[in-house]
């Protein structure tokens, strides 16, 4: 039986090198190299062909995949980018092995996020079309009205973004706190979304991402159990790996 061939991003990103995009912008750079030769975009390879970035060798260790849930203090940027920002959450964590975070939380926020070197569960999980839940604790500067959770809820529109927000559940805890779960990862949305209704964002803890929630303090980490892993995988199962603007799923937020 011929050996299946694998695109040489990917086999980047399942190693635990880089994601597939960062693996894309090193192949365009030509500083990876197949059998010492520089490859095309979209070269595939099979596992007798040497495998290098910047000269060095890239072996597969062929060991189980790391998912670890982060407790991400304010302040911490979610970059690998080590060497532009240095309170960075790489060096933040420390971690033996390379990771990457699974999407962003704004600086000024904190809370939970995920952080793998498994290249294909990120992109499932990063896609907008998969409706994947994400759970936020918001204070804001001004006591909350109802005008304002059915306006927050309905969809707010972000004219820089040219979008409108999609519906979502929010709910509110106190006077000036409110829950929100949202199925969307625009840049800076929940802080967007307030600001449209005169609102300042005082503080923004993210609490649950799909079914994995933020049970640790601040600044650790934890890997996930088996069965967080477990529903995790059925959650994303039917998750496309690319974005697909046709695709629609018909999943609606849990009430909370």
């Known amino acids: 039986m011929e050996e299946p061939l694998k695109r040489i991003n990917k086999f980047l990103s399942e190693v635990g090198y880089c994601s597939r995009r960062e693996a894309d912008k090193l192949i365009e750079a030509g500083r990876v190299t197949i059998n010492g030769i520089?490859?095309?975009?979209?070269?595939?390879?099979?596992?007798?062909?040497?495998v290098e970035v910047d000269g060095k060798t890239i072996m597969n260790s062929n060991k189980d995949f790391v998912y670890l849930a982060f407790n991400k203090p304010i302040g911490i940027v979610c970059?690998?980018?080590?060497?532009?920002?240095?309170?960075?959450?790489?060096?933040?964590?420390?971690?033996?092995?390379?990771?990457?975070?699974?999407?962003?939380l704004d600086k000024p926020s904190e809370g939970l996020i995920l952080l793998t070197d498994d290249g294909d569960?990120?992109?499932?999980?990063?896609?907008?079309s998969?409706?994947?839940?994400?759970?936020?604790?918001?204070?804001?500067d001004k006591p909350i009205s109802q005008?304002?959770?059915?306006?927050?809820?309905?969809?707010?529109?972000?004219?820089?973004?040219?979008?409108v927000t999609k519906k979502c559940v929010v709910e509110k805890m106190s006077t000036y706190e409110f829950r929100i779960i949202l199925t969307q990862?625009?840049?800076r949305q929940i802080r967007r979304?307030?600001?449209?209704?005169?609102?300042?964002?005082?503080?923004l803890k993210r609490v649950r991402i799909m079914n994995i929630k933020l049970d640790m303090p601040v600044g650790k980490y934890r890997e996930l159990t088996k069965d967080e892993l477990k529903e995790l995988n059925i959650l994303i199962e039917d998750s496309t790996k690319n974005y697909n603007p046709i695709q629609k799923r018909k999943q609606k937020p849990r009430k909370i």
Not at 147 to 163: A, C, H, Q, W
């Open 185 to 187: 990862g625009l840049n």
């Open 147 to 163: 005008t304002f959770i059915e306006r927050m809820s309905g969809g707010i529109p972000l004219t820089d973004l040219d979008r």
């Open 79 to 104: 970059t690998t980018d080590t060497s532009v920002e240095k309170d960075n959450i790489i060096d933040f964590i420390k971690y033996p092995k390379r990771i990457f975070p699974i999407g962003r």
């Open 193 to 203: 979304m307030c600001e449209y209704l005169n609102y300042e964002v005082e503080t």
């Open 130 to 140: 998969n409706n994947h839940e994400k759970e936020y604790l918001v204070k804001v």
């Open 38 to 50: 520089i490859p095309e975009m979209g070269t595939k390879i099979n596992s007798s062909d040497v």
């Open 121 to 128: 569960i990120v992109n499932k999980i990063l896609r907008a």
